[in-house]
């Protein structure tokens, strides 16, 4: 599985933006496909996730600015970003999982938001 993404870039506190990532390959129904992220100096962490029947899970500290939403039809995931804050900084990972071959994850887009 390959997954591209694109969409990053330098926004100001308050901005939006949207990542797209698009999968192809050996793609398999009963899909999970989500975003992480990882900042400086820090572990990578949860975003969101979006199943291929459309049931979405979200972090606390992202819930009502992010909204991650797929076209399966065309294996692509999309993260909407809305005010965002200096703290979203990260790069953003892509992330495809499926039961029978694992996780597969994007090369990362940088969202740089300044204050």
């Known amino acids: 599985v390959q997954l591209v993404e694109s969409g990053g870039g330098l926004v100001q506190a308050g901005g939006s933006l949207r990542l797209s990532c698009t999968a192809s390959?050996?793609?398999?129904?009963?899909?999970?496909m989500g975003w992480y992220r990882q900042a400086p100096g820090k572990q990578r962490e949860f975003v969101a996730t979006i199943t291929t029947g459309g049931r979405t899970d979200c972090a606390d500290a992202v819930k009502g600015r992010l909204t991650i939403s797929r076209d399966s039809a065309k294996n692509t995931v999309y993260l909407e970003m809305n005010s965002l804050k200096p703290e979203d900084t990260a790069v953003y990972y892509c992330?495809?999982?499926?039961?029978?071959?694992?996780?597969?994850w994007g090369q990362g887009t940088q969202v740089t938001v300044s204050s």
């Open positions: 390959g050996s793609i398999f129904s009963g899909n999970v």
């Open positions: 992330n495809y999982y499926q039961v029978t071959i694992g996780d597969y």
